[in-house]
């Protein structure tokens, strides 16, 4: 079978190649470097980790969101942290004591990965589950050298006062200290890294199947030890776990069907911002202008105080789905905007660590498949000790104090810049748009979108193009972008702020995968990572 996937990491991608020359499908080659994607990127992702995926199964024209997202302890109350709290450091990102809510036991999410895995390959797979996590176990096996990237991340210092570094998250438990540092430092790029407890750990799994993670002995030693250590999962919460598997939400732009996954993640307000920008004529803003840079500026913001006021786990409480989709909503803030009418976000700037991954696939039998997937912000710095892998440390990201939108609540999912989206044309997906990069994802995959209908990019160029960012007064841009505008949108009231990169991965890594109109499947990494794509079947 023919198929292109696209992923930060040019390691997983290549297996999506195997899988292809083995007869699997685009959702076999997204599993499978999606279980890749935990071994080569383990703070990015692993079994302990959380995500949605978006698919669409040409044979039975099934087209589904699944939503495998981390659920809150069934112990976690709302305000089991109200008096822990030091400070606010931005929207729902809070200082507590003890950097609890950051590392350690009591931050982590019930861990949905492998359910969502799962389901979505027990729905639309072709090759056997064993077949599909195999090369992983090869992975993790035998191991692979450390990429740049990586070494770079373990000494990352802390991205802002009142978080930790990742040095100390690497050494916040032994068993993680043991597992990813050497004689006490990380590992240096270039290194040999191989984490023979983590293939067992998978080799469990492809025999066994998630029974054995949720219900079986791997559940027993992980809540053992969280019993141990202070830790709020249990045995119940795992038995518990359940994919939700919902219709996706659905609008357009310029006549183009887009579809995306709903609520509690941000697709919806990547839809909003895209009917902001529909009033507005691209041959009246040209891209990289200065009014280009403004009214993208100012849609984005406007969708930031939406998403302050509104966006949760629509299981917990009313998500105005229809407000977000509302062309006559999405007209009058691009009303707002012409007139200069000022506006605040409540709360101030979403900050939304990078500690993310996401796979793009399609095949030439009309499958569509995006799995963007998390340890969250960044990770929790948990290794039980013998499976290999690092949980989650999604708590991190809800509301400490009762009675908001994204509050603490037993079960409940906290809100996501995760954002995969469809393009469709004569009723079947043309392009497959996801990405990391917490809440810059959702601006990430805007601004791609936007290239490829108004700018008429090709797929290289439209993850590559420069970008800006706004959730509040100031107007983050890359610096191919801030020479040309600053003076511009300083002078409507707006604080632009120059990235120190002309490529920065900080703005999303976004991956793309693209059925051309004659057929051909094409696609692109982003250039601010490693890049990583693979077109099977090219000659």
Known sequence: MKGVVSAPQVEAVEVARHIFQEGGNAIDAAVAVAFAQGVVDPQMTSLGGWGVALVYHAPTGQHLALDFCGRAPLKATPDMWASR???????????????INEVGYQA?????????????HRRFGKLPWQQVVAPAIALAEEGFLIPGELAALWRRPPAQEGVLSMAEILTATPASARLFTKDGRPYEAGEHFRNPDYANTLREIAQHGPQVFYEGWIAQKITEDFARNGGLLTL??????????LPPVESTYRGIRITGTPPPTSSVQVMEILNILEGFDPRDIPF??????????????ASFVDRALYLGDPDFQRVPVDLF????????????????I?????????????????????????????????????????VVEGLGFMFNNAMMAFHPFPGHPNSIAPGKARITGIAPIFLWKDKAPWAVVSAPGGTRILTGVLQTIVNLVDYHMTP??????????CEGPQVDLEARLYYRVKDFLARRGLKPVKSAFSYDPLFALVHLAVREA?????????????GGLMIEGER
């Open 85 to 99: 709290v030091k400070r606010r450091l931005r929207f729902d990102l809070w200082e507590l004591e003890g950097h």
């Open 108 to 120: 982590i999410t019930v861990p949905g990965n492998l359910a969502g895995y799962w389901e979505l």
């Open 236 to 245: 119940e919460d795992f038995k518990a776990y359940r994919v939700k598997v």
């Open 288 to 301: 990289g202008s200065p009014t280009y840079a403004w009214a993208m500026a100012l849609a984005q913001k």
């Open 325 to 340: 989709l509302s062309k006559e909503h999405a007209g009058q803030w691009r009303e707002k905007v012409l007139r200069n």
């Open 342 to 382: 000022p506006f605040e976000v409540p709360g101030g700037p979403v900050a939304e660590p990078a500690h993310t991954t996401t796979v793009s696939a399609m095949d030439d039998e009309g499958n569509a498949v995006a799995i963007t997937h998390t340890l969250s912000t960044p990770a929790s710095g948990v």
């Open 460 to 469: 290289v160029e439209a993850v590559s193009a420069p970008r800006l960012h």
């Open 518 to 530: 004659n057929g051909h499947l094409t696609g692109a990494g982003d250039p601010r990572g490693r």
